[in-house]
């Protein structure tokens, strides 16, 4: 959710900086297909409730490793795009966290109390290892959990609710507002050592597209 | 709602000030669409919900 912050708050900025959202339709995404099954497929297990760890594996512990990877395919596919290198760089971050921690984003106590996430809390407690209801994440003590650094440490301001998020979020996070801010400029490539940044739009039209 | 006044605005801008027959708008659209759903399905933030 806090990403969808991010992606208003890049169109509010591409916009004060005299961008147009038909800009945007110049940004040349490839494999997107891959996106909305992935999104898609996440929302069903994560809306679904937690299962007992005594009961088996999580659908979502195999799930979210799986898509993160295809995303980690899709954000390379864009790499030519301004502010995907960020995106992969937090994708990667994430990835990562995920797959070190048994295919779910750990989080922790004072995290999860420091946000207000109490219901969380008291469930993980009576529970060790159950993901956390309509989240990717999973309550471990600090000695359990590997590279806590990339994990779900970080608390939001409240917007309206705090949310736990990871320090990937905040890259992703700066690469999608960098992506949408550039793109309704224009801005369809990244900078490269050979040349400036080109307007694709402009280039076909001749003149701006608004 | 209010927060999504300045992304309708942008929407109904662009898609007044395109040519006739333009889809320019609705590519917008689509593009920012897979962006926000690959920004969700690659973000861990705890608890997926609405705000």
New interface residues.
Partial sequence: ????????GG??LG?ARGG????????R?RR?WI??P??AG??LW??MPPMLPEHGVDPLRLWLPA??AA?VY??LANRHLPGMAL?LV??TC?CV??AVNGGL?P?NEAA?KQ?G?DR?LELAQEHPGIR?P????VALAPDDTRLWFLT?TLV?PP???R????V??VF??AG?VM??TL?MEGKTQRDTAKGPRTSLSGARTGGP?? | MK??I??I???V??SA??PVG???????L???L??????????????????
């Fill in positions: 959710v806090i990403l969808l912050w991010s992606a208003a169109v509010v916009r147009q959202l038909a800009h945007l339709g110049d940004l995404l997107a996106v909305l992935a999104l996440q929302c994560v809306f898509t993160l995303l899709f954000a995106v937090g994708l994430n966290a995920v984003m989080t999860l946000a996430m969380s956390l309509r989240s990717k994440d779900d939001s917007l309206p609710r949310k736990v998020f990871s990937g979020d992703v996070s999608l992506m949408l793109g597209l608004t | 927060r999504l300045p992304i605005t942008s929407v801008h662009a000030h395109a333009s889809r320019a708008p609705l590519r917008a689509w593009v920012l897979v962006l926000s759903a690959a920004a969700l399905a690659i973000g861990a933030s705890g608890e997926f919900g609405l705000p």
